[in-house]
C-alpha cells in the first residue's frame, strides 16, 4: 500500500458518513492510512458558530479509535489562522516527503469550487483530490478542465461511495430538539457530545 487519504472539515460533529466514505476510498486506493484533520478556523466558515477546535479534536479522535488505518491530526489546529488546504499539503509534504502521494477525499461539490480555494493550482499539483461520488452533485469536468488544463484529469478522481443521508447540520439539529442521533455517529462520539452538553 502507498499513499495517505486526508479528510479535511469542520468536523462539526464527524459523523459515520465521514468514516465509511474514508474507508470506501481507503480500500479502492490501498492506501497506507487516512488523516482526518479538523479545521481550526475554516475559510468557508468564518462566519458560523462552531464547536472548540478541542472538542471537535477530541470527538475526531474518538471516531477513528477504532480504525488502525485511521488516524486523527491536530496539524491546522496548531497553526495560527485561517486554515487553508494549501499550507496543510505543503506541511504534510514537508514531514512525509515531497515523493508522498497524497489524495484529498471530499465531495464533488467542493471540487467544482476548487478554483476558488486558495492558490488553486499550485494545491492540484501537489495532491490528488477524490471525488466521492454521490447522487444529486456531478463533477462538472469542463469547468475544470477550462481552469487546471491536463492537471485536471492527472490529479482529479472519482469513486462511487455509498449513499447516506447524514449531515453534521442534520446532527446539531436532532440534538437541539432533543431527538436521537445513535448511529448518526460513533457511539464514542455520542458519550461525548452529551458529556459535554454540546449542541444544546
Known amino acids: 500500500m502507498e499513499g495517505i487519504g486526508?479528510?479535511?472539515?469542520t468536523f462539526d460533529p464527524i459523523h459515520t458518513g465521514h468514516l465509511l466514505?474514508?474507508?470506501?476510498?481507503r480500500d479502492?486506493?490501498?492506501?497506507?492510512k487516512v488523516l482526518f484533520i479538523p479545521a481550526a478556523h475554516?475559510?468557508?466558515?468564518?462566519?458560523?458558530?462552531?464547536?472548540?477546535?478541542?472538542?471537535?479534536?477530541a470527538m475526531t479522535e474518538l471516531a477513528v479509535a477504532g480504525n488502525p488505518h485511521f488516524e486523527?491530526?491536530?496539524?491546522?489546529?496548531?497553526?495560527?489562522?485561517?486554515?487553508?488546504?494549501?499550507?496543510?499539503i505543503a506541511a504534510l509534504h514537508e514531514h512525509f516527503g515531497p515523493e508522498e502521494p497524497l489524495y484529498f477525499i471530499t465531495g464533488a461539490d467542493a471540487i467544482n469550487d476548487l478554483p476558488d480555494w486558495h492558490h488553486p493550482r499550485e494545491l492540484l499539483a501537489s495532491c490528488h483530490f477524490i471525488a466521492a461520488r454521490r447522487q444529486g452533485t456531478a463533477l462538472d469536468m469542463a469547468k475544470?478542465?477550462?481552469f487546471f488544463g491536463s492537471l485536471c484529469d492527472a490529479h482529479i478522481h472519482e469513486l462511487a461511495t455509498p449513499e447516506l443521508e447524514i449531515s453534521s447540520t442534520q446532527i446539531r439539529g436532532?440534538?437541539?430538539?432533543?431527538r436521537?442521533?445513535?448511529y448518526m455517529v460513533p457511539g464514542s462520539v455520542e458519550t461525548y457530545i452529551r458529556k459535554e452538553g454540546l449542541y444544546r
Open 174 to 178: 436532532r440534538i437541539r430538539e432533543g
Open 42 to 57: 475554516s475559510p468557508f466558515k468564518l462566519d458560523k458558530r462552531v464547536a472548540s477546535a478541542e472538542d471537535r479534536l
Open 21 to 25: 466514505t474514508a474507508e470506501f476510498v
Open 144 to 146: 475544470l478542465r477550462g
Open 180 to 182: 436521537s442521533i445513535r
Open 72 to 88: 486523527a491530526s491536530d496539524i491546522e489546529m496548531c497553526r495560527e489562522g485561517v486554515s487553508y488546504t494549501s499550507d496543510t
Open 28 to 32: 479502492a486506493y490501498g492506501l497506507e
Open 6 to 9: 486526508i479528510m479535511g472539515g
